[in-house]
């Protein structure tokens, strides 16, 4: 089993209010990832960092932001939810210098916004 | 861009056959491809991976091989049993030239009928 946690795995929120999605991980990664996963099952990477205070947006274009400035925490963040940010967030990690190249998925958080 | 398809969206076999899952990749520098396996409620899970100096692996009652000239890959079970019913994913990399990101491919749904 995997060390990384998302929190919480299940939130229900009203348009308009900001909200900040968990990441965390023990494993001592410098490589995490952000993905959205549509209910169609395709995975879309929104985020990834390199280390602390490096971050990047990833390949599909997301309002959300994010921040790395403890190796072990990966928050995201929505400053105005809206029903088009409805999905499944799911964070990862990985190790690039150990001898394989996995990255570490957590369980996910399910986001609904009415 | 790079992109990964795979194929097919979904497969339901009965149990005790086999199911074979193809991925086509378009970057010719990717060197790393894994499989990962999602379960319902939970995050994608490593099954098994292939590096580009290899043509074939296998684990126990999964394989995996690839192509590198026609840039195909699969994913081969065999002796299925409804636990393997669940979501597979392949993906593509060209780890360690300075990225450390997957392209996944679109996901297949596969159902074991018991």
């Known amino acids: 089993e995997a060390d990384i946690y998302q929190t919480p795995r299940y939130l229900v929120i009203g348009t308009g209010k900001k909200i900040t999605l968990e990441c965390s991980q023990t494993?001592?990664?410098?490589?995490m990832y952000w993905y959205q996963q549509d209910p169609g099952m395709e995975l879309h990477l929104i985020h990834y960092?390199?280390?602390?205070?490096?971050?990047e947006k990833g390949d599909l274009s997301s309002e959300s932001t994010v921040s790395r400035i403890r190796t072990e925490h990966f928050p995201l963040t929505l400053e105005s939810a809206r029903p088009s940010h409805t999905s499944q967030y799911l964070c990862?990690?990985?190790?690039?210098?150990?001898?394989?190249?996995?990255?570490?998925f957590g369980p996910g958080t399910r986001l609904t916004v009415t | 861009g790079e992109n990964v398809e795979q194929h097919p969206s979904t497969l339901s076999v009965q149990e005790g056959d086999s199911a074979v899952i193809k991925c086509t990749y378009s970057d010719s520098a990717s060197n790393y491809f894994p499989w990962y396996k999602q379960e319902l409620g939970k995050g994608p899970q490593l099954i098994i991976d292939?590096?580009?100096n290899v043509g074939e692996k296998k684990d126990q009652r999964i394989a995996v091989t690839l192509n590198k000239t026609a840039k195909h890959f699969s994913l081969h079970i065999t002796e299925t049993q409804p636990e393997d019913s669940a979501v597979y994913f392949c993906a593509a990399s060209n780890w360690g030239s300075g990225t450390y990101k997957y392209i996944f491919g679109t996901g297949t749904r596969l159902k074991v009928l018991a």
């Open positions: 292939i590096r580009s």
């Open positions: 494993m001592g990664h410098d490589k």
């Open positions: 960092s390199y280390g602390v205070n490096s971050t």
């Open positions: 990862a990690s990985s190790d690039p210098g150990a001898l394989y190249y996995e990255q570490y």
